[in-house]
């Protein structure tokens, strides 16, 4: 949704902003998110919640455990009914119309319904947080180190005497590239995640570089 800067900033003194967050796993929507709600009073929607919910998970940890490895029996499968249960947690968070809100996507919104993303563009400030080239290393250890449920969509690819895990760290840069630009085509602004995470900023800081620049 194409907002001025003085629409931007009305929207927000008439309590009906809606921002969304897009971008991948681990560069800092929910943290952004959180410092949001708790800094701007926006009502935090994380989708990642809706579906634990959904699927009776309770932790990121055990929904990462229920989708498993792009390697793992049964991947496939799993990664159709994420999608379809992402598709359907997301168009309900979009159904949110009570005060400011701001909007924790998951990293595949961009593999949820065409109709969704829709709703999506139409009526939500996209802001796409942008992963700089440091950050893509720590997103790979990070895939490690605090699991995440991941939709591959067919980006992993595992060549002949390589081990799963250097698999994953090869083709887990490729995916970021190809995502990049479907997160772009959604999103009405574009802030690094170096800003996001810059320490020496402050939310009020963050909260300024989002709003349109005129």
Known sequence: MKLTRSEFE???AENTLKIALVG???IGKSYTGMRLSTRFDFKLIEVDALIREQLGQGSMEDFAAWQGQPYSEGYGE???RSIALETEATRQALDYNLGNAVLDTTGSVIY???DVQKLLTNHWFVVYISASPDAIERLKVQYFKQPKPLI???????ESGQSQDEAILESYPKLLASRSKSYDNLADTTIGSDVILDTTLTIEDIFQRLKPAA
């Open 10 to 12: 009305q929207r927000y």
């Open 24 to 26: 991948m796993s681990n």
């Open 152 to 158: 591959w969509n067919g980006h992993y690819q595992c």
């Open 112 to 114: 949820t319904d065409k």
């Open 78 to 80: 799993r990664e159709k």
